[in-house]
């Protein structure tokens, strides 16, 4: 049974940092492709960040130079470390993993930030 779970979410104020991990069982971890994802209220799913089976990192523009994504192959963990918050940053954040097209979402941690 495929399951991420993530943690770290919370309520901080604007300028804060949080740091969101995301354990991941029933996967071949390594070999998975591992984003974060954002849903905001009212807006649809966007993609903050991912990183590839060989390390490669790709971030939305509006996260970058702020949030850092990293992997641990051997805990089976991926981190969104998240800098400098801001208000619009506020959402649930789902952990995603990719294999070769199955894919698998986690539940989701809500970050709430207050200005």
């Known amino acids: 049974q495929v399951q991420l779970v993530e943690s770290g979410g919370g309520l901080v104020q604007a300028g804060g940092s949080l740091r969101l991990s995301c354990a991941a069982s029933?996967?071949?971890?390594?070999?998975?492709?591992m984003a974060w994802y954002r849903q905001a209220p009212g807006k649809q799913r966007e993609l903050v960040a991912t990183?590839?089976?060989?390390?490669?990192?790709n971030y939305a523009d509006s996260v970058k130079g702020r949030f850092t994504i990293s992997r641990d192959n051997a805990k089976n963990t991926v981190y969104l470390q998240m800098n400098s918050l801001k208000p619009e940053d506020t959402a649930v954040y789902y952990c995603?993993?990719?294999?070769?097209?199955?894919?698998?979402w986690g539940q989701g941690t809500q970050v709430t930030v207050s200005s």
């Open positions: 029933g996967i071949f971890f390594s070999r998975n492709v």
């Open positions: 990183i590839a089976i060989d390390g490669s990192i």
């Open positions: 995603h993993a990719d294999r070769l097209g199955w894919t698998y």
